[in-house]
């Protein structure tokens, strides 16, 4: 009975395992990519980081790549390619989306707006002390004339 219990683990999906995106999430991975200045690829001393893990040929040096938020690198066509059915890195699966992005700069963008608001009640309140300052001052002249 464990062995069948076994057999049934092993048949079932990972969270490893490649995920087929839907359609809005590969366009948001496509323009991820889009926004990815390429650079020329520098070979390295070790042959299999030179290698493209999607058509495993060599990434010859100079050639200009699209290095992923990852850091992974592949042939501009290959990952392309590659990011029409999926939204991850096909070498760590780390996922490759504008709505991450997105979220973030939303995020980063009501931080700021709270922070604005903060210094904006900050120097009413200071206006306000000084206003007060400067009518107190005014009550002190008046009383000694």
């Keep these: 009975m464990s ?18 995106a839907t359609p809005k999430q590969i366009q948001s991975a ?8 390429p650079i020329p690829y520098e070979a390295n001393a070790n042959e299999e980081d030179n290698c493209c893990a999607i058509c495993l040929d060599l990434i ?3 050639t200009m790549v699209k290095p992923l938020p990852c850091n992974h690198i592949f042939h501009n066509k290959c990952i392309k390619s590659w990011l029409k059915e999926h ?7 780390d996922a490759l989306s504008m709505e991450e992005e997105e979220e973030e700069d939303e995020e980063e963008d009501e931080e700021e707006e709270e922070e604005e ?7 009413e309140e200071e206006e306000e002390e000084k206003e007060e300052e400067e009518e ?8 000694e004339e």
Excluded: H, W, Y
């Design 60 to 62: 010859e040096n100079e």
């Design 87 to 93: 939204i991850t890195c096909p070498f760590c699966r």
């Design 30 to 37: 496509l323009a991820a990519l889009e926004t990815i200045t």
């Design 117 to 123: 608001e903060e210094d904006e009640e900050e120097e």
């Design 136 to 143: 107190d001052e005014e009550e002190d002249g008046e009383e």
């Design 3 to 20: 062995s069948q219990n076994s057999f049934v683990d092993d048949t079932m999906p990972s969270e490893n395992e490649f995920v087929v």
